[in-house]
């Protein structure tokens, strides 16, 4: 997708927008999928639920951690058999209702969840596989104890098949030392299971966590070596066990571009102040501290110099409404468009939306065979403030 696709997209469609390239996304997957080899893949869906539009072959399930991430599978046809039902705070509705739909998996985040589930399918007399969510450290996930416990007596669960195990210990992990570490922990405790359970998992799930730069190229070369250090390992736990690799930033971050226009310029005592029409309430990077770090942006449609020197802000009534606090481009006007990439992951679901009821941007995807397609028109955010 190139700047000329992003101008069109600006000049049709208008800014705010978001746009999202469905066949980097595919390339991405696919290149991914090439270096895990036989190791089933899973998109975490809460990166961006818009790509469900148009899923890569190569992803073999998607993780939900909502009902209405749920609601959204069922909305866009996605197959239930494909689906694993993450997720704390189930409550039986939710779980009957990812019952009912046909979920592939469910996770178990505590003995509540796995006396939930049994209950809920016995009365429906459904049969459901789950897997036991480890916990890193935090809120998330069982102790390892409890999951011994719930093993041990697995006989009990007349209406569940434990397969397996869940992992995720969080996020941007620059260093492939500490994705090691989180496979020796799995390890560990599978061999803990074994001896003292006679239990072995046939199902795996793990999300290593992968960092994606945002600030610093070259991007695409990081990704590269972030993937080759990260499949030797993988690929090394999944000889001993049936693992499934879940991902969600890793696999979309590149994927997507925030479009938004020049507003208003201004100098105020000797700083370049540029008013976008977006803001912090549609764009976040994870880690850019006070908008000190400089994310992949463009002017459209200039082959100027990057000479320039501009805070740009967003059209928040806040002084913490910064996108950039110092970034270098051509001389800017009102009306131009600027472009910032590598942001196909999460931001366009975490940003302060209703702050100040300013109207939610467009989400556009994009295609060479189909071209540009408006998945999400601009909505107006006062209707809920009120």
């Given at each position: 997708m190139n700047n000329e696709i992003l101008?069109?997209?600006?000049?049709?469609?208008?800014?705010?927008?978001?746009?999202?390239?469905?066949d980097e996304f595919e390339r991405k997957a696919d290149a991914i999928k090439n270096a895990l080899g036989n190791i089933p893949l899973c998109y975490s869906i809460k990166a961006n639920p818009f790509l469900l539009h148009k899923l890569p072959e190569s992803l073999s399930m998607v993780e939900v951690c909502s009902p209405g991430e749920l609601a959204i599978c069922r909305k866009l046809g996605i197959k239930p058999?494909?689906?694993?039902?993450?997720?704390?705070?189930?409550?039986?509705?939710?779980i009957a209702c990812a019952v009912d739909c046909g979920a592939g998996i469910l996770t178990a985040e505590s003995r509540l969840h796995a006396e939930l589930i049994n209950r809920i399918c016995l009365e429906k007399g459904k049969r459901v596989r789950v897997i036991l969510r480890l916990t890193s450290g935090n809120q998330f996930g069982m102790d390892p104890e409890d999951i011994v416990g719930?093993?041990?007596?697995?006989?009990?669960?007349?209406?569940?098949d434990f397969i397996g195990l869940h992992y995720y210990s969080g996020t941007q992990?620059?260093?492939?030392?500490?994705?090691?570490?989180?496979?020796?922990?799995l390890e560990e405790f599978i061999e803990r299971l074994n001896s003292e359970c006679g239990?072995?998992?046939?199902h795996v799930e793990y999300g290593p966590g992968m960092a994606a730069d945002y600030f610093v190229p070259p991007y695409e070369e990081k990704d590269c070596e972030t993937l080759r250090e990260t499949a030797e390992l993988l690929n090394s736990f999944a000889k001993k066990y049936p693992l499934s690799v879940e991902m969600g930033r890793f696999l979309a971050s590149s994927c997507g571009t925030y479009l938004t226009s020049v507003a208003d310029i201004k100098n105020n005592l000797g700083t370049n102040?540029?008013?976008?029409?977006?803001?912090?309430?549609?764009?976040?990077y994870y880690g850019q501290t006070m908008a000190m770090q400089v994310p992949p942006v463009t002017l459209l449609g200039s082959d100027k110099p990057y000479e320039n020197g501009y805070t740009l802000c967003g059209s928040l009534c806040t002084t913490a409404d910064l996108l950039v606090r110092r970034v270098e481009l051509p001389k800017l006007k009102i009306g131009d468009v600027l472009a910032f990439g590598r942001c196909g992951a999460y931001t366009v679901t975490e940003g302060t939306v209703l702050f100040l009821s300013r109207t939610m941007p467009r989400i556009m995807l994009y295609s060479e065979k189909d071209g540009i397609r408006l998945v999400r028109d601009f909505y107006d955010t006062y209707n809920l403030n009120c």
């Open positions: 101008l069109s997209a600006a000049k049709e469609f208008g800014t705010p927008s978001f746009i999202f390239d469905t058999e494909t689906i694993i039902y993450s997720g704390v705070n189930k409550g039986a509705e939710d719930i093993i041990s007596e697995r006989e009990k669960y007349e209406a569940v992990k620059k260093n492939a030392g500490v994705i090691e570490k989180d496979i020796g922990k239990y072995v998992p046939s102040y540029v008013i976008c029409d977006g803001g912090i309430n549609h764009l976040k």
